[in-house]
């Protein structure tokens, strides 16, 4: 993985003892809250309902084994003890003491990590596929180039003061798993018929009060212009991106309003300028930064069918199914250790846990864990023959619940308990839906489904593209929650439908049976939710989940009667 060189060594440096002195000038009176927010948002730090909150940058989600160590310390003495795992594979902290922030971000610094640009309107952390370098269809590792975009925006000039956040993510794969679609931009790895390696370039993409598909600008882009097709768009925003109002800022609302094809057209005029300038990629700088992502000392391995070897497992089985992915290399897996324990707010984890896990890519791993989006770890590079004693150990610190994809798999953002922008609490949501379909032979008979929580139309929890969404939503002061159907990330990417009015707390476990019950009534064989609800539409769904009055304490249909 990457490694600090002194450029990136100082700039850190020089950033810690800058925001040093600002603390201290606000601690003192000397800085109003209002001339410290902006400077506190340039490092991460966030007011929320009870504390401040610290959002720790993961760079395209990659971690070394001591920088996931670092997260149990900074849990341990400047926290309450826990971590959350975001869907941007960042981590953060809900509990800070401003007066410690310099602090901690001075430990992040001793193992090559910094929360710059983790808030604010400027490039945020580039994003990327957690299985990067592993996956058996892989076109090309794209955490090179993540890396140089990463190097690229952090502090650019130009783009510091944008008109509104903006997040970029790449996917070097036949299947995307970086969710590029919605991002305002979206980057996937493509060869050409000369097999030359390219990107297909998409942008305005994006969730939030208005979900909107990324539009390809660029069929093919060759890598070499990675960087100044990027600072084409980014100049074009830039500048026409509107700051009037922060609801309407975003990259796609620019797209919307002028279309595709002008947008697309003043991109490649300001490319023309940029085209052959110095930010055109060399293959000496390319094979500067590849150098640092060479696959580790892997051994001459065969694929074993681990499975058959503990016959009569089932647990072992359900959780091979679930929690294990295929791998290039032979004899090799990859690994995700689930965060989504019944009873556990989704990708919370402890110090212990955050330590054991940093043990665990040490003794599997190669040293080294990536974030997902969906709020789990992985371990990249696991021998198939050590996965029975892996699970068994990560079992026993409840971090192996089989439902990877499943529906208790939920991807939930720390909503009002936390989140002062937040309408609704996600965490009890998460909670009584989890409870409540708490059977995986339940869960594997239902099959793939993705369901997204967020206590806020600024959908950090992704409801817009989960096969169920969940918004939390003020109506008259209390706290109701919409449900939207029918969304999809990855290749077939689709924003869900609203199926009509929201409902209360106590009523959505119910609400996610009775939508349920019509699946398992109406689906197709090996037809995942998300197709069957963009089959069937909205119709079929509200009939049944509003035909009768849902019962807010108790369920009106048993779990059987589902399946």
Request: aromatic content about 10%.
């Amino acid at each position: 993985m990457y490694q600090y060189d002194q450029y990136d060594h100082l700039i850190v440096r020089e950033r810690i003892a800058q925001y040093r002195d600002q603390v201290r000038r606000r601690l003192s009176d000397e800085l109003t809250e209002a001339e410290f927010l902006p400077l506190r948002l340039q490092n991460g730090l966030y007011m929320q309902r009870h504390a401040y909150m610290l959002r720790i940058a993961v760079p395209y989600g990659l971690l070394a084994s001591k920088q996931m160590r670092m997260f149990a310390h900074i849990a341990r003495k400047y926290d309450r003890g826990y971590g959350h795992f975001t869907t941007r594979q960042n981590i953060q902290f809900n509990w800070i003491e401003l007066e410690q922030t310099p602090d901690i971000l001075a430990d992040l610094a001793s193992v090559e990590m910094h929360a710059i640009q983790t808030s604010g309107n400027c490039i945020r952390n580039t994003t990327s596929d957690p299985y990067a370098g592993v996956a058996a269809d892989e076109i090309i590792d794209p955490r090179p180039y993540a890396e140089v975009l990463r190097q690229w925006s952090t502090f650019h000039p130009e783009f510091i003061a944008l008109p509104r956040k903006f997040k970029v993510a790449i996917n070097g794969a036949v299947e995307d798993r970086a969710a590029i679609a919605v991002h305002d931009i979206g980057l996937t790895v493509v060869r050409n018929d000369a097999g030359e390696i390219g990107f297909k370039f998409m942008a305005g993409g994006g969730m939030g009060r208005t979900p909107i598909l990324g539009s390809v600008i660029r069929d093919f882009l060759p890598w070499q212009h990675l960087l100044t097709y990027t600072e084409a768009v980014m100049r074009v925003y830039n500048q026409y991106g509107r700051r009037d109002n922060k609801y309407k800022a975003r990259i796609k609302i620019l797209l919307k309003a002028i279309g595709v094809e002008e947008f697309t057209r003043q991109v490649e005029a300001e490319w023309a300028d940029l085209k052959d300038g110095p930010e055109t990629l060399t293959v000496e700088e390319m094979q500067r930064v590849i150098d640092y992502f060479q696959p580790p000392a892997y051994k001459q391995l065969d694929d074993s069918d681990v499975v058959a070897a503990h016959a009569g497992n089932k647990a072992f089985a359900n959780w091979v199914n679930r929690n294990v992915k295929p791998h290039k290399q032979p004899g090799y897996a990859a690994v995700v250790l689930s965060l989504k324990k019944t009873g556990v707010p989704p990708g919370d984890a402890t110090a212990e846990q955050i330590d054991f896990m940093a043990d665990l890519s040490d003794r599997y791993s190669f040293g080294e864990l990536r974030v997902t989006h969906e709020q789990n770890i992985v371990l990249a590079d696991v021998e198939q023959s050590q996965l029975f004693t892996l699970w068994e150990q990560v079992k026993a610190k409840g971090l192996a619940t089989p439902n990877i994809g499943l529906l208790t798999d939920m991807i939930c953002c720390p909503g009002g308990d936390f989140c002062s922008l937040a309408n609704a609490k996600s965490l009890p949501i998460a909670a009584a839906i989890a409870e409540r379909f708490d059977n995986i032979d339940f869960q594997h008979d239902i099959g793939e489904i993705e369901l997204n929580i967020s206590g806020c139309i600024n959908a950090c929890g992704h409801h817009h593209v989960g096969s169920i969404g969940v918004l939390g939503v003020d109506k008259d002061g209390s706290e109701w929650y919409q449900v939207s159907i029918g969304g999809s990330q990855g290749n077939n990417a689709a924003i869900g439908k609203i199926i009509g009015p929201s409902f209360s707390a106590l009523q959505m476990p119910e609400v996610i049976g009775r939508l349920l019950q019509v699946y398992v009534r109406d689906r197709y064989e090996d037809e995942s939710f998300a197709d069957c609800a963009q089959r069937l539409g909205v119709a079929p769904f509200k009939e049944f989940v509003y035909a009768t009055p849902i019962v807010e304490a108790g369920r009106l249909v048993g779990e059987d009667e589902y399946v």
